[in-house]
């Protein structure tokens, strides 16, 4: 088991930063890719970025390419995603997972365990 928990989220403003951390504990952190997904109200749950196992592969959506940039710290078990430039369609409940799939795991089946998310609401 990996137990993962998200900190970070928060009401900003359009156009400024904030990052996100999973922390992460049980089982060996650095055997899994790990990921991030947002899940806004009425969508379905979206991948926004992966990481690979060792921090030097990263994979991220079209939709933040550019903003948005993933990395992990293996030595604090913790994964982070660096949010830029942030939008109001950026608006959802953020969720760290852990994967032992193919690197880049991209869907929700790709991931076994999954944190209980993190709100981040960007107002106009």
């Known amino acids: 088991q990996v137990q993962l928990v998200e900190s970070g989220g928060g009401l900003v403003q359009a156009g400024v930063s904030l990052r996100l951390s999973c922390a992460a504990s049980?089982?060996?952190?650095?055997?899994?890719?790990m990921g991030w997904f947002r899940q806004a109200p009425g969508k379905e749950r979206e991948f926004v970025a992966a990481?690979?196992?060792?921090?030097?592969?990263?994979y991220s959506a079209d939709s933040v390419k550019g903003r948005f940039t993933i990395s992990r710290d293996n030595a604090k078990n913790t994964v982070y995603l660096q949010m830029n430039s942030l939008k109001p369609e950026d608006t959802a409940v953020y969720y760290c997972?852990?994967?032992?799939?193919?690197?880049?795991?991209?869907?929700?089946?790709?991931?076994?365990?999954w944190g209980q998310g993190t709100q981040v609401t960007v107002s106009s």
């Open positions: 990481v690979n196992w060792s921090g030097g592969r990263t």
């Open positions: 997972a852990a994967s032992l799939k193919n690197f880049p795991p991209i869907t929700a089946n790709d991931f076994a365990y």
């Open positions: 049980g089982r060996t952190f650095s055997n899994y890719h």
